[in-house]
């Protein structure tokens, strides 16, 4: 059993920058690989950045250069710096921790990029 509790979401203007942090409770943090997901309105949720057990990251294209994804296993935590965000960006953000038997979703926090 783990559970996960994303924060940091918000109202930001286009351009701006916002942290969000996804905290872990349970043992094995270290064991799964991490990831950011988004939903937005009528849209599919859709992957934003990976990061593996061992540290190797991915993007979306939609955020290379402006996202990113990091871990600290002592303190069982996730975070993603977004910076340059787009209106676009906007959309619910879902930390999820995943290994070979499990699959764990946070409840998700909003952010909302408009001017």
């Known amino acids: 059993q783990v559970l996960l509790v994303e924060s940091g979401g918000g109202l930001v203007q286009p351009g701006g920058s916002l942290t969000l942090s996804c905290a872990a409770s349970?043992?094995?943090?270290?064991?799964?690989?991490m990831g950011w997901y988004r939903q937005a309105p009528g849209k599919q949720r859709e992957l934003v950045a990976i990061?593996?057990?061992?540290?190797?990251?991915n993007y979306a294209d939609s955020v290379q250069g402006r996202f990113s994804i990091s871990r600290d296993n002592a303190k069982n935590t996730l975070s993603l710096q977004m910076n340059s965000l787009k209106p676009e960006d906007t959309a619910v953000y879902y930390c999820?921790?995943?290994?070979?038997?499990?699959?764990?979703w946070g409840q998700g926090t909003q952010v909302t990029v408009s001017s």
């Open positions: 349970g043992s094995g943090f270290s064991f799964y690989d």
């Open positions: 990061i593996t057990r061992g540290g190797s990251t």
């Open positions: 999820n921790a995943r290994n070979t038997l499990y699959h764990y």
